[in-house]
């Protein structure tokens, strides 16, 4: 539950420089403040409320969310980029984390300069979903002879320019030779809707939020963009199974602290959340949104984070695009 006045005395503090650096062995002595960079009741909120209300009860300190949101995500991160490193500010962290710097000439954060990862909360491999009465393909190879016949005819619709299912809509054109008609929306209701109506022909969508209308017949799913099927859909290949080597564009979402922040709360907050992401209550809401549960030690994400970090980056610089 968010505490608003702590939450604005800590960010005062934090804004100051007045918190002293904590000494790891009694960390935490005060709340957490886990900077969300969107505005409340997205997918980040999804994700980091069920696992930070485990953490407080954990930890014995709460873990106080703060959506800060403007400019893509960017206002959020920089300011936890700026804050003292002692493991009383943390930013949650999504895919576009890693190239924002290459979107916003202004982002005022490198991820891997100013950060050091903790742990990942979830990850979630988008499928490429089509309304077969607007289009009637049922595999990715029709949908790309489709593609090719008539160039900029199928409608596909993102988040917006230089999101995630943006990038991964130009990576599948380049990878594919096909040009499609991209359609960004500011709502991903009023996406949804308007795939549902036949307004627009795809969409990168979540199984968990296609499942219902592909079930119905409403809507067909062509394919995961991820390295494994998932198990509401075990009958849809992947994009590598149908034909696109090693296509991938998951959304996940994870905790990271400022780089010089001490290596043993770093460790304290990662074994916490991954008690967290254990626990039967949470692994049901993840599977309720079609999303993994990321049980890995702190290594291994790193080692995560560094190949995301290379791979969007250099997607992000090939679309050449820049927002303000």
């Known amino acids: 539950m968010l505490d608003l006045t702590r939450r604005t005395l800590l960010g005062g503090l934090l804004a100051t420089g007045a918190i002293p650096a904590a000494r790891a062995g009694e960390w935490p002595e005060k709340p957490v403040v886990w900077v969300i960079p969107a505005g409340p009741g997205g997918p980040f909120d999804a994700f980091a409320r069920p696992v930070g209300a485990h953490v407080t009860e954990k ?18 991160a920089a300011s936890v980029a700026r804050a003292p490193a002692d493991g009383y500010t943390i930013l949650v962290a999504a895919t576009s984390t890693t190239y924002a710097p290459s979107v916003y000439p202004n982002a005022g954060f490198d ?9 990942a909360l979830a990850r979630i491999q988008p499928a490429l979903v089509v309304n077969p009465a607007r289009l009637d393909v049922s595999t990715l190879q029709q949908f790309i002879e489709a593609a090719k016949q008539k160039p900029d005819s199928i409608e596909i619709g993102t988040p917006g320019v ?15 030779g096909i040009q499609l008609h991209h359609v960004p929306y500011r709502n991903t209701g009023q996406m949804m809707q308007d ?6 022909a795809a969409n990168w969508s979540t199984v968990g939020l296609a499942n219902a209308h592909v079930k119905s017949g409403k809507l067909r799913v062509l394919g ?14 992947t994009l590598d199974e149908a034909g696109l080597k090693d296509f991938r564009a998951a959304a996940w979402f994870a905790l990271f602290a400022p780089k010089a922040t001490p290596v043993a ?25 079609g999303a993994k549960v990321e049980l890995e030690s702190r290594a291994e994400f790193t080692r995560f984070v560094d190949q995301e970090i290379v791979r969007w980056t250099g997607i992000a610089k090939n679309a050449d695009i820049h927002l303000e």
């Open 59 to 76: 930890l014995g300190q709460s873990m106080i969310i703060d959506n800060r949101s403007g400019a893509g995500g960017t206002i959020g």
């Open 111 to 119: 991820l891997a300069r100013d950060f050091v990862p903790i742990c």
């Open 162 to 176: 230089g999101t995630v299912p943006h990038l991964a809509t130009l990576l599948l054109q380049s990878r594919a």
């Open 195 to 200: 795939l549902l109506g036949g307004q627009i």
């Open 224 to 237: 995961i963009a991820g390295r494994r099927r998932e198990p509401m859909m075990p009958d849809v290949p």
């Open 265 to 289: 709360i770093v460790d304290r907050l990662h074994v916490a959340v991954q008690e967290a992401l254990a626990a039967d209550d949470v692994k049901a809401v993840w599977a309720e949104q």
